[in-house]
């Protein structure tokens, strides 16, 4: 195929050293070279794509280089049919890369007779109205600023709340996350703003349902990391990197990922272009006072609380952190847990469980030592009617599906849902005791004994979370805790809140009552806290041993 001139002069700026990008940049030249720029059945409408640069330079601002490489992938085609070869783009950068800015070009160039297609309706979608407004706020400005007789007011009607194409009637409209808000609007491309406060895919569910009734149907999720763990973000982060690895060679997800390679990378100034590519040389105006700022900003955080230093990685460097004064583990060790399980017939286990409330989550599980690991078998019961009563953003129902928990419809959690349970597991695996804290113990004491087991009874469970806290680090940092790929236990891990008491010991709290349950965790404390006196590296057992 024909090279696009913008797209090899970003690549020959790096090969010739002269910026820098992050790993996954790199893995995007790779794929591009390997997979995509090698093939005769698609090409690059160049001339569209220069009357987007004409465009947006007359209108809004100077392209940078980079942003030039990024929208030449948005005007890539087969030969046959004539649709895009990317239909879908990631668009991951630091904050003050100019992601909205370029979102606000190419929404009003798609929406006018330039791009040539009728009623290409464009729908900006973000959590808050504030972030949503954000780039329709642009265009509207812009339009406005260029006065009575300009060019662009005579292309386009613009208000508050939609931007109007006089001539191909295509408009630029904004939505929150609330799915009720969606109108009936056939887009032709929707963009996702600030994808990191986006705990699950319900929104993105709702307006893709929108697109193919326009031809050229595209999205963009745009993002700079942020501080939820575990939802939609994290998702697609994971799909990107199959995409650049060359993993998913049908998945047409173009992706940008702008970010620090490694945490000690900060204290290089000349890596920060990795995360924000507005910082490659030369540096424009924009750019230089930007950097300013950031460096600033820099300079104060020994100064400054840890909360700041890690507002600073996710949001300047791209590069989330965890504050593990507050946290159980940071989110790539509790990623670490995804590992299969190893075979564990004939082990010894110890079963832990956390009650707290017969009203909404009860979570079981068996603990083995494979040897220095610990692996960690769970599942959960929730009540239907709690689930009725809160919206629980994680996706509950998709997680019963792959058989990760159960939901009852009852009045309270029957205790017989966790005998039957652990009297399931012990036909597979040795496990004869079972961890728990006295509160609401009473309710399951009476039918574990008499199913056979032995119960551990944890009088004060608090005081344990300090005496195991150090192992606790210990196991997650140096990654010797399998979940097996669990997401609901990832989730509950995440959930918990780390409280430093005055006197140094810490406590495994909610970091919310509600909508952020930790069970599981607290039943894989419980068991943890008898794990030396039951498991053995090598231990192994036989039903004929066990007295039922």
């Known amino acids: 195929m024909k090279m696009n001139k913008h797209v090899s002069f970003y690549m020959n700026q790096y090969e010739a050293g002269e910026i820098k990008v992050s790993k996954y940049v790199v893995l995007l030249f790779s794929y591009l070279k390997n997979h995509i720029l090698n093939r005769d059945d698609i090409y690059f409408d160049e001339d569209t794509h220069e009357r987007y640069i004409k465009f947006t330079e007359k209108n809004y601002f100077q392209l940078e280089p980079f942003q030039k490489f990024k929208t030449a992938f948005v005007f890539l085609y087969y030969k046959d049919g004539g649709h895009p070869f990317f239909d879908q783009f990631f668009f991951y950068e630091a904050r003050g890369a100019g992601k909205n800015g370029l979102i606000s070009s190419l929404a009003n160039f798609f929406i006018s007779d330039l791009h040539g297609i009728d009623n290409y309706n464009v729908s900006i979608v973000a959590n808050s109205e504030e972030q949503a407004k954000t780039s329709p706020d642009e265009i509207y400005n812009k339009i406005d600023q260029a006065g009575k007789g300009s060019v662009l007011q005579s292309l386009f009607k613009h208000t508050k709340s939609e931007i109007i194409s006089k001539n191909g009637k295509g408009k630029v409209k904004y939505h929150t996350s609330n799915a009720k808000t969606k109108d009936s609007l056939r887009d032709g491309c929707v963009i996702y703003d600030e994808v990191h406060e986006y705990e699950n895919s319900d929104i993105v569910d709702v307006f893709q349902s929108g697109l193919g009734k326009v031809r050229h149907s595209r999205e963009f999720f745009i993002t700079t990391d942020g501080f939820v763990r575990g939802g939609y973000l994290d998702d697609l982060k994971e799909r990107a990197v199959k995409v650049l690895n060359g993993e998913a060679p049908e998945d047409h997800l173009f992706v940008f990922m702008a970010t620090l390679d490694d945490e000690k990378e900060m204290d290089d100034e000349s890596n920060w272009q990795k995360a924000n590519p507005m910082f490659h040389p030369p540096l424009s105006n924009y750019a230089q006072e930007l950097f300013r700022v950031v460096k600033r900003q820099y300079i104060t955080l020994g100064n400054s609380k840890p909360s700041a230093r890690i507002k600073f990685m996710t949001k300047r460097m791209n590069h989330p952190a965890t504050d593990l004064t507050t946290s159980v583990a940071t989110w790539e060790e509790i990623e670490a847990t995804d590992r299969p399980f190893p075979e564990l017939e004939h082990r010894v286990a110890v079963g832990g469980l956390d009650f707290a409330s017969i009203r909404d989550f009860a979570s ?22 709690f689930l009725d009563a809160v919206d629980l953003k994680p996706p509950i129902h998709d997680w019963e599906k792959e058989g990760l928990l159960t939901i009852v419809d009852e009045p309270v959690i029957n205790i017989s849902h966790i005998v039957d349970w652990f009297v399931e597991m012990r036909e597979l695996y040795g496990v004869t005791r079972i961890v728990a ?15 056979g087991f032995e119960l551990i009874y944890i009088r004060n469970p608090k005081a344990i979370h300090s005496k195991l806290a150090p192992r606790v680090e210990s196991i997650f940092a140096n990654r010797q805790v399998i979940y097996g790929g669990n997401p609901l236990m990832k989730w509950f891990t995440n959930n918990v809140y780390v ?49 039922f």
């Open 364 to 385: 079981v599980g068996l603990l083995f030592k494979v040897g220095e690991d610990y692996i960690w078998k769970t599942h959960s019961f929730v009540r239907k009617g």
């Open 499 to 547: 409280k430093i008491k005055k006197d140094g010991n810490k406590e495994y709290l909610k970091k919310d009552e509600v909508r952020r349950k930790t069970d599981g965790f607290q039943a894989f404390i419980h068991a943890l806290f008898e794990a030396d006196n039951v498991l053995e590296d090598d231990g192994e057992f036989y039903l004929v041993d066990i007295d």
């Open 437 to 451: 804290d006295t509160f609401r113990l009473d309710i399951v004491k009476a039918a574990l004994e008499d199913a």
